[in-house]
């Protein structure tokens, strides 16, 4: 059963996704580090100088802290996949970030907004599944309103991180067996 685009139902889901966001900013450093989270964080700067070497080797050699970075073969956690810690190291570069606290903090609401962004793709695969965007909102709601994974959603970047890839990569292979199939009944607005 298809769900149309109306307006009469983006203001609801606006509005749930907007304050759900805002919520993320108003409480994303209520949350302390996680006891893996420096080690993570170090394995992608690690990893960062690697690439660096391997792209700009002069100008990653300038860089003020380069001496200080472990090189990756001598690292011992290079065991941890670091998709999603590179790009954090990159935004901590990029926003100029450099005081230890202010830099988990990026990281928190950055991760918050990983896992809002899931949460919508959830909200789509229910409206979808149910036919309707008030049960895709009951649905996107359960999964927020689940303590431990409100609380993880700040701090974890693993797996509620990766639960809402998982959920995009549903969603995509959806839209995929749709346009095969030609059939428009997937595409929900």
Sequence with gaps: ??????????????????????????????????????????????????VAMKLAPEIARRQPSFAEIPDLHGSQDTDHGVLYQ??????????????????????????????????????????????????????????VLSPRLFAESFYNYKDPVFMGFFALAIYTMLGCYASLLGNALLYTH
């Excluded at 926003?95 to 793709?121: K, M, N, P, Q, S």
């Excluded at 149910?130 to 709601?141: I, N, P, R, Y």
């Design 86 to 143: 590179l790009p954090l190291v990159l935004l901590e570069k990029v926003a100029r970030v450099e005081d230890t606290r202010d830099v988990y903090f990026l990281r928190h609401l950055t991760i918050w907004l990983t896992c809002v962004a899931g949460t919508w793709v959830v909200y789509r695969l229910g409206a979808w599944r149910f036919g309707s965007w008030q049960w895709g909102l009951v649905v996107a709601g359960l999964l």
């Design 1 to 50: 059963m298809p769900v149309t685009p109306t307006l009469s139902h983006r203001w609801p889901v606006g509005a749930f996704f907007g304050l759900l966001a805002l919520l993320g900013v108003a409480l994303y450093q209520d949350y302390g580090v996680g006891w893996d989270e420096q080690v993570d964080r170090l394995n992608g700067i690690i990893n960062a100088k690697y």
